[in-house]
C-alpha cells in the first residue's frame, strides 16, 4: 500500500502542476475522436454498473449520457475507471471530464470548470423495517445504541451534508462505494445510511428489509467536471447538454430510467447558480484541517500498535506449532500462512466487515481493522520466527534437553529468546510496513490519516500543501521507529554469533 | 550407577554401535576412548536419550532405557539425573553465565530464583569463574565457557555426568583448566562417563577405559592396563 500514498502524492503534484501541463482541450479531443470520460462503477445503479445480462459492458444512465454528449461532439466515448472520490484527480491526465454523479459545490466551482446542471438529486435517508428510527427528526436524540451510526458516500454531498449537521446525534462513517452502506445498514452494523434517493430507488428491491424516512430531506445538482484549463471543451458540453435538454432528448433518456424525467426538467430550468468559494489562507487551513490530520494520525498509530504485538503473539505461536506441534496440526498451520499471505488485505479486511456480519458476526470497524490486520501481518511474522527458530544452533535445544527441560521449556527460555533477538530487524521493519499499511483500513470505513488526506484535499482543494503537512506527520511517527529498529540492529552487531552447532 | 547390556544402533543401514556392553559403579569414571567415527560419542548421547537405539538395553542412575522412542517423561526424569558437557560447549548465548546455571534449576527443579542463582554462584566459585557472573558467554575464552558448561550442569546435582570431548575444541592450555575441574570432580566420587581423545585425561580422571572400534568394544580395562 506505499505505491497508494506514493501515487497519490504524485498525483498530487501533477495535478498542481497540471496549469502548466497540456490538459486535452476540444481540439485534442476532436483530433483523437474519443471523449475519455470517468466514472466508478462500483459506485452502482443508476450512474454507473456492471450490466446484469453481460458484466463485460457498462450500462447507466450516465453512460447513456456520455455516449449522447460524444456523439453530439462528432467522437466515441471512452471509459475510464477511477475511485469515485478522487475521479477529479484524473482531468488533464488519462480524462477529459467526469460524469458520475459529482455535486455541484462551491468548492468544485473553484477547483475545476462544472458544467451546467444535467441531474438534480435528493439526499433520502433510510433505515431498517425495524428500526425506531421514524422521522429525520429522531436523529436529533439519541438511539437505543448511543449515536445513530449512519453511512454515507465518501466525499458525497450526503457525507459533507451529515457532518454539517451538528445538532444530530450521528456518527457519519464514510464508504468506497453506495451498495456497502447499504449492505452495512442490512445487517445491523450502520443504523442508517443517507444518499441519493435515485440510488436507493434502484436498489430498493435487492434490499427488502430497508425503508425510506421521510422525504428527502435536502438536494441539489450533478455537474460534469472538467478542467480548469479547458475552457473551450467545457463551453462545448455546456452547450450540448442545453440542446440535450432543449430537443426533449435527456427527459426521454430519464424516463427510459424511470427517473422521473418531467420533475428532472423542471428542477434543472429552476437551478439557481452556485456561488463560487473563496481560496482558504495558509493559516486557515491549517487551522481547519490540522485538528482532524492530528486525530487521524492518532488512530494510525492506534491500529499499528495494538494490531503489530497482536501479530506477533499469533505468528510466533503458528511459528512454534509448525515446527515443534503435533504432526496434524503442521499442514493446517501451513496453509493459515499460504492464505493469509496469498491473498490482499483489503480482500481480508473486506471479509471481516462485511461478509461476517452475513453469519451474524458483526464487528465495529475498528476491530475488523484490527483483526485483519493482525491476522494478514500474523502469516509474514510466523515465517519470519519460523527462520529465527531454524538459525538457533540445534546444540542450543539439545543443551536445554539434556538439563532436563521439557521441549516446551527449551522453547520458552531458550529457543524463542534467541529466535526473537535473531529477527528483530525484520520484524522491526515489519512494524514500519504495517504502519503504513493501515491506509487499506479506509475501505472498510476506519479513517486514518491517508483517508483524512485524501478526503481533506479533495473538499479543501489543498492537494500540494496538505500532502506536505501528511507526510511531515508520517515522518515525526515513522522516524521513532526507523531509531529503534537502528538500534536493536547496534545492539545485535555488538554481540558475538552465537556459538557453532555441535 | 550405569549399566549397557548387547546395545546395538544402525543409521541409514550402517552399524554405528554392535552388542555394546558395559558397567559403571557408583564412584567410578569411565572413559570411553578411540578412534574417530567409531561410535563413542553416539554411545554417550544414548546414555541420556538424545539418541535412540534398536536393541539392548540401558540402566542409568536407576532409569531405564529401552529400543526404540523414549516416553518424554521418563526422558526428564532421566536428565535431571544425568548431566551432559558438549564439546562445543552450547552455552546459551541470550543469558548472562550465571543465568545460563541458574536456569535448570530454577525451571525444572522449581527452585526460587534467588536460591538458584546462590547455587550457580557457589559453582561458579568452584570452576573459578566467579568473577564472570554478568558476562554474556560469548566474551569468555573456549576454556571459561567449558567451566561454566560444567558448573550449569552440576547445578542439576546430578548423579552421573556425561562429557562428550570436552577439551576436543581447546587449545592446550585452556585444556589444562578444564582438565583441573573434571580431576577435581573426580575426586569427589562424581560418577562420570567421558567421551575423549585426550589421553592425559583419561589417565588423570578416569578408573576404567573402553576402547571402541568400528561400533564395537575392542577391549577395556584399568587405566594402568589400557594406557
Request: hydrophobic fraction near 50%; glycine fraction near 8%.
Given at each position: 500500500?506505499?505505491?497508494?500514498?506514493?501515487?497519490?502524492?504524485?498525483?498530487?503534484?501533477?495535478?498542481?502542476?497540471?496549469?502548466?501541463?497540456?490538459?486535452?482541450?476540444?481540439?485534442?479531443?476532436?483530433?483523437?475522436?474519443?471523449?475519455?470520460?470517468?466514472?466508478?462503477?462500483?459506485?452502482?445503479?443508476?450512474?454507473?454498473?456492471?450490466?446484469?445480462?453481460?458484466?463485460?459492458?457498462?450500462?447507466?444512465?450516465?453512460?447513456?449520457?456520455?455516449?449522447?454528449?460524444?456523439?453530439?461532439?462528432?467522437?466515441?466515448?471512452?471509459?475510464?475507471?477511477?475511485?469515485?472520490?478522487?475521479?477529479?484527480?484524473?482531468?488533464?491526465?488519462?480524462?477529459?471530464?467526469?460524469?458520475?454523479?459529482?455535486?455541484?459545490?462551491?468548492?468544485r466551482q473553484r477547483d475545476y470548470r462544472c458544467s451546467r446542471p444535467?441531474?438534480?438529486?435528493?439526499?433520502?435517508?433510510?433505515?431498517?423495517?425495524?428500526?425506531?428510527?421514524?422521522?429525520?427528526?429522531?436523529?436529533?436524540?439519541?438511539?437505543?445504541?448511543?449515536?445513530?451510526?449512519?453511512?454515507?458516500?465518501?466525499?458525497?454531498?450526503?457525507?459533507?451534508?451529515?457532518?454539517?449537521?451538528?445538532d444530530l446525534e450521528v456518527d457519519v462513517v464514510g464508504y468506497d462505494?453506495?451498495?456497502?452502506?447499504?449492505?452495512?445498514?442490512?445487517?445491523?452494523?450502520?443504523?442508517?445510511?443517507?444518499?441519493?434517493?435515485?440510488?436507493?430507488?434502484?436498489?430498493?428491491?435487492?434490499?427488502?428489509?430497508?425503508?425510506?424516512?421521510?422525504?428527502?430531506?435536502?438536494?441539489?445538482?450533478?455537474?460534469?467536471?472538467?478542467?480548469?484549463?479547458?475552457?473551450?471543451?467545457?463551453?462545448?458540453?455546456?452547450?450540448?447538454?442545453?440542446?440535450?435538454?432543449?430537443?426533449?432528448?435527456?427527459?426521454?433518456?430519464?424516463?427510459?430510467?424511470?427517473?422521473?424525467?418531467?420533475?428532472?426538467?423542471?428542477?434543472?430550468?429552476?437551478?439557481?447558480?452556485?456561488?463560487?468559494?473563496?481560496?482558504?489562507?495558509?493559516?486557515?487551513?491549517?487551522?481547519?484541517?490540522?485538528?482532524?490530520?492530528?486525530?487521524?494520525?492518532?488512530?494510525?498509530?492506534?491500529?499499528?500498535?495494538?494490531?503489530?504485538?497482536?501479530?506477533?503473539?499469533?505468528?510466533?505461536?503458528?511459528?512454534?506449532?509448525?515446527?515443534?506441534?503435533?504432526?496434524?496440526?503442521?499442514?493446517?498451520?501451513?496453509?493459515?500462512?499460504?492464505?493469509?499471505?496469498?491473498?490482499?488485505?483489503?480482500?481480508?479486511?473486506?471479509?471481516?466487515?462485511?461478509?461476517?456480519?452475513?453469519?451474524?458476526?458483526?464487528?465495529?470497524?475498528?476491530?475488523?481493522?484490527?483483526?485483519?490486520?493482525?491476522?494478514?501481518?500474523?502469516?509474514?511474522?510466523?515465517?519470519?520466527?519460523?527462520?529465527?527458530?531454524?538459525?538457533?544452533?540445534?546444540?542450543?535445544?539439545?543443551?536445554?534437553?539434556?538439563?532436563?527441560?521439557?521441549?516446551?521449556?527449551?522453547?520458552?527460555?531458550?529457543?524463542?529468546?534467541?529466535?526473537?533477538?535473531?529477527?528483530?530487524?525484520?520484524?522491526?521493519?515489519?512494524?514500519?510496513?504495517?504502519?503504513?499499511?493501515?491506509?487499506?483500513?479506509?475501505?472498510?470505513?476506519?479513517?486514518?490519516?491517508?483517508?483524512?488526506?485524501?478526503?481533506?484535499?479533495?473538499?479543501?482543494?489543498?492537494?500540494?500543501?496538505?500532502?506536505?503537512?501528511?507526510?511531515?506527520?508520517?515522518?515525526?511517527?515513522?522516524?521513532?521507529?526507523?531509531?529503534?529498529?537502528?538500534?536493536?540492529?547496534?545492539?545485535?552487531?555488538?554481540?558475538?554469533?552465537?556459538?557453532?552447532?555441535? | 550407577?550405569?549399566?549397557?547390556?548387547?546395545?546395538?544402533?544402525?543409521?541409514?543401514?550402517?552399524?554405528?554401535?554392535?552388542?555394546?556392553?558395559?558397567?559403571?559403579?557408583?564412584?567410578?569414571?569411565?572413559?570411553?576412548?578411540?578412534?574417530?567415527?567409531?561410535?563413542?560419542?553416539?554411545?554417550?548421547?544414548?546414555?541420556?536419550?538424545?539418541?535412540?537405539?534398536?536393541?539392548?538395553?540401558?540402566?542409568?542412575?536407576?532409569?531405564?532405557?529401552?529400543?526404540?522412542?523414549?516416553?518424554?517423561?521418563?526422558?526428564?526424569?532421566?536428565?535431571?539425573?544425568?548431566?551432559?558437557?558438549?564439546?562445543?560447549?552450547?552455552?546459551?548465548?541470550?543469558?548472562?553465565?550465571?543465568?545460563?546455571?541458574?536456569?535448570?534449576?530454577?525451571?525444572?527443579?522449581?527452585?526460587?530464583?534467588?536460591?538458584?542463582?546462590?547455587?550457580?554462584?557457589?559453582?561458579?566459585?568452584?570452576?573459578?569463574?566467579?568473577?564472570?557472573?554478568?558476562?554474556?558467554?560469548?566474551?569468555?575464552?573456549?576454556?571459561?565457557?567449558?567451566?561454566?558448561?560444567?558448573?550449569?550442569?552440576?547445578?542439576?546435582?546430578?548423579?552421573?555426568?556425561?562429557?562428550?570431548?570436552?577439551?576436543?575444541?581447546?587449545?592446550?592450555?585452556?585444556?589444562?583448566?578444564?582438565?583441573?575441574?573434571?580431576?577435581?570432580?573426580?575426586?569427589?566420587?562424581?560418577?562420570?562417563?567421558?567421551?575423549?581423545?585426550?589421553?592425559?585425561?583419561?589417565?588423570?580422571?578416569?578408573?576404567?577405559?573402553?576402547?571402541?572400534?568400528?561400533?564395537?568394544?575392542?577391549?577395556?580395562?584399568?587405566?594402568?592396563?589400557?594406557?
Amino acid at each position: 500500500m506505499k505505491s497508494r500514498r506514493v501515487w497519490l502524492f504524485a498525483a498530487a503534484v501533477f495535478f498542481s502542476l497540471a496549469g502548466a501541463a497540456a490538459a486535452a482541450e476540444l481540439d485534442d479531443v476532436l483530433a483523437r475522436g474519443e471523449l475519455i470520460w470517468a466514472a466508478d462503477q462500483e459506485g452502482g445503479g443508476p450512474h454507473v454498473f456492471p450490466d446484469p445480462v453481460d458484466p463485460r459492458r457498462l450500462t447507466g444512465f450516465e453512460v447513456e449520457l456520455a455516449a449522447l454528449i460524444a456523439s453530439e461532439l462528432g467522437v466515441k466515448p471512452r471509459f475510464q475507471q477511477g475511485q469515485w472520490d478522487r475521479l477529479p484527480l484524473l482531468l488533464g491526465r488519462t480524462a477529459d471530464c467526469v460524469i458520475n454523479g459529482i455535486e455541484w459545490t462551491p468548492e468544485r466551482q473553484r477547483d475545476y470548470r462544472c458544467s451546467r446542471p444535467y441531474f438534480a438529486y435528493a439526499l433520502q435517508l433510510l433505515t431498517r423495517l425495524d428500526t425506531p428510527l421514524d422521522a429525520f427528526g429522531t436523529l436529533a436524540a439519541m438511539g437505543p445504541r448511543g449515536r445513530w451510526r449512519v453511512g454515507v458516500l465518501t466525499g458525497s454531498a450526503a457525507e459533507t451534508t451529515m457532518q454539517s449537521r451538528t445538532d444530530l446525534e450521528v456518527d457519519v462513517v464514510g464508504y468506497d462505494g453506495t451498495i456497502d452502506s447499504l449492505e452495512q445498514v442490512a445487517s445491523g452494523v450502520l443504523d442508517a445510511a443517507v444518499m441519493d434517493d435515485c440510488i436507493f430507488n434502484f436498489y430498493a428491491d435487492r434490499f427488502s428489509r430497508l425503508r425510506t424516512v421521510d422525504r428527502p430531506f435536502a438536494g441539489g445538482f450533478y455537474t460534469i467536471l472538467t478542467a480548469r484549463n479547458t475552457p473551450r471543451l467545457s463551453a462545448a458540453i455546456d452547450e450540448v447538454v442545453g440542446r440535450l435538454i432543449a430537443d426533449g432528448r435527456l427527459k426521454s433518456l430519464y424516463d427510459r430510467w424511470d427517473l422521473a424525467g418531467r420533475q428532472q426538467m423542471l428542477l434543472l430550468r429552476d437551478a439557481a447558480e452556485i456561488p463560487v468559494a473563496r481560496r482558504k489562507s495558509i493559516g486557515e487551513l491549517c487551522r481547519d484541517t490540522l485538528p482532524l490530520l492530528l486525530r487521524a494520525a492518532g488512530m494510525t498509530v492506534l491500529l499499528s500498535c495494538v494490531s503489530f504485538p497482536l501479530a506477533v503473539c499469533i505468528g510466533l505461536s503458528v511459528a512454534v506449532g509448525r515446527l515443534y506441534g503435533p504432526p496434524a496440526v503442521r499442514p493446517v498451520l501451513a496453509g493459515y500462512v499460504e492464505v493469509l499471505r496469498g491473498t490482499p488485505l483489503m480482500l481480508q479486511l473486506y471479509a471481516i466487515f462485511f461478509l461476517l456480519p452475513k453469519i451474524g458476526i458483526a464487528l465495529p470497524a475498528l476491530a475488523a481493522a484490527i483483526l485483519g490486520l493482525a491476522l494478514n501481518y500474523s502469516a509474514y511474522e510466523a515465517e519470519v520466527y519460523r527462520a529465527g527458530l531454524r538459525a538457533v544452533p540445534l546444540g542450543q535445544f539439545e543443551a536445554a534437553l539434556a538439563l532436563g527441560l521439557s521441549k516446551w521449556q527449551a522453547l520458552r527460555h531458550v529457543l524463542v529468546p534467541q529466535a526473537v533477538r535473531i529477527v528483530m530487524p525484520p520484524v522491526t521493519s515489519d512494524f514500519i510496513a504495517l504502519f503504513k499499511d493501515t491506509s487499506v483500513c479506509s475501505a472498510i470505513t476506519v479513517i486514518e490519516l491517508t483517508k483524512r488526506y485524501s478526503v481533506l484535499a479533495l473538499s479543501t482543494g489543498r492537494i500540494v500543501e496538505l500532502a506536505v503537512v501528511t507526510a511531515l506527520l508520517y515522518l515525526c511517527m515513522s522516524w521513532p521507529l526507523a531509531l529503534l529498529s537502528r538500534w536493536f540492529e547496534r545492539r545485535l552487531e555488538g554481540a558475538e554469533p552465537p556459538p557453532p552447532a555441535a | 550407577m550405569i549399566t549397557v547390556a548387547s546395545l546395538t544402533k544402525s543409521r541409514a543401514s550402517v552399524r554405528v554401535l554392535e552388542d555394546v556392553s558395559l558397567a559403571g559403579a557408583e564412584g567410578t569414571v569411565t572413559a570411553v576412548v578411540g578412534p574417530s567415527g567409531s561410535g563413542k560419542t553416539t554411545l554417550l548421547r544414548c546414555l541420556n536419550g538424545l539418541e535412540t537405539f534398536d536393541s539392548g538395553g540401558i540402566t542409568v542412575a536407576g532409569h531405564r532405557l529401552e529400543s526404540g522412542p523414549h516416553g518424554q517423561g521418563l526422558l526428564e526424569r532421566l536428565r535431571r539425573d544425568v548431566g551432559m558437557v558438549f564439546q562445543q560447549f552450547n552455552l546459551f548465548s541470550h543469558l548472562s553465565v550465571l543465568e545460563n546455571v541458574a536456569l535448570a534449576p530454577r525451571v525444572v527443579r522449581g527452585l526460587s530464583a534467588a536460591d538458584a542463582r546462590a547455587r550457580g554462584r557457589d559453582l561458579l566459585d568452584r570452576v573459578g569463574l566467579g568473577a564472570f557472573a554478568a558476562a554474556r558467554p560469548a566474551t569468555l575464552s573456549g576454556g571459561q565457557q567449558q567451566r561454566v558448561a560444567i558448573a550449569r550442569a552440576l547445578a542439576m546435582q546430578p548423579r552421573v555426568m556425561l562429557f562428550d570431548e570436552p577439551t576436543s575444541a581447546l587449545d592446550p592450555a585452556m585444556s589444562a583448566e578444564v582438565l583441573e575441574v573434571i580431576v577435581d570432580l573426580a575426586r569427589t566420587g562424581q560418577t562420570m562417563v567421558m567421551v575423549t581423545h585426550d589421553h592425559a585425561l583419561a589417565r588423570r580422571a578416569a578408573s576404567w577405559v573402553v576402547e571402541l572400534v568400528a561400533g564395537r568394544i575392542l577391549r577395556q580395562g584399568t587405566v594402568a592396563e589400557m594406557l
